[in-house]
């Protein structure tokens, strides 16, 4: 069955650095594209990131650019967020997302806390 598993959320200091790691299963990882949501305590889910199927185009919420990078491995099914110089405006659960490049199949992960306090 369809599996979007994250990991590498935590409990972090203003300044500090995560990376959360998504591995999928179930289906064809490739024709996939991935992105990551958050979703702040009380907030809407929001569009963190997005990275397409071969890797060549990302795109970010204005609010992480520079300090987030998403990346991929379809050798490993695995879709990855670098997040630095975290703020406290960045806890949230993160979410993995694929979305088909044609079609509208859509899976999502459980989710994985990020804290960002000091």
């Known amino acids: 069955q369809v599996q979007l598993v994250e990991s590498g959320g935590d409990l972090v200091q203003p300044g500090g650095s995560l990376r959360l790691s998504c591995a999928a299963s179930?289906?064809?990882?490739?024709?996939?594209?991935m992105s990551w949501y958050y979703q702040p305590p009380g907030k809407e889910r929001e569009l963190v990131a997005t990275?397409?199927?071969?890797?060549?185009?990302?795109t970010y919420a204005e609010s992480v650019k520079g300090r987030f990078t998403i990346s991929r491995d379809n050798a490993k099914n695995t879709v990855y967020l670098q997040m630095n110089s975290l703020k406290p405006e960045d806890t949230a659960v993160y979410y993995c997302?694929?979305?088909?490049?044609?079609?509208?199949?859509?899976?999502w992960g459980q989710g994985t806390q990020v804290t960002v306090s000091s």
């Open positions: 179930g289906f064809t990882f490739s024709n996939y594209a």
């Open positions: 990275i397409s199927t071969g890797g060549g185009r990302r």
């Open positions: 997302n694929a979305r088909h490049f044609l079609s509208s199949d859509t899976y």
